[in-house]
């Protein structure tokens, strides 16, 4: 069992910057894939950004890409997102989800792989 608690959303103008910490419980973080997804009011949840259980490996969303950069750090159970260059149609709730990957050498984008998941965070980014 996996417990996810995701901060550092807000409101920001265009053109600015956060940083979202997914804080993670429970056992065998390191063992997790984490991805970071977003929910538009009306919309589906969609892909973020992933990173493997190592930290070697990331992908990313082509709307996010070169703007946004998923980070992870295995000993304080947490993963980030700094976000940069933020545009209005990044407004949403952020949530992260994690995947057991027991070491194995595939990693999804998919939202349905994913076994746990935080509560949400808020990001508005104004015009």
């Known amino acids: 069992q996996v417990q996810l608690v995701e901060s550092g959303g807000g409101l920001v103008q265009a053109g600015g910057s956060l940083r979202l910490s997914c804080a993670a419980s429970?056992?065998?973080?390191?063992?997790?894939?984490m991805g970071w997804f977003r929910q538009a009011p009306g919309k589906e949840r969609e892909f973020v950004a992933v990173?493997?259980?190592?930290?070697?490996?990331?992908l990313y969303a082509d709307s996010v890409k070169g703007r946004f950069t998923i980070s992870r750090d295995n000993a304080k159970n947490t993963v980030y997102l700094q976000m940069s260059s933020l545009k209005p149609e990044d407004t949403a709730v952020y949530y992260c989800?994690?995947?057991?990957?027991?070491?194995?050498?595939?990693?999804?984008?998919?939202?349905?792989?994913?076994?746990?998941w935080g509560q949400g965070t808020q990001v508005t980014v104004s015009s």
């Open positions: 989800g994690a995947r057991y990957s027991g070491g194995s050498g595939y990693y999804t984008n998919l939202v349905r792989e994913y076994d746990y």
């Open positions: 429970g056992r065998s973080f390191s063992s997790y894939d």
């Open positions: 990173i493997r259980w190592s930290g070697g490996n990331r």
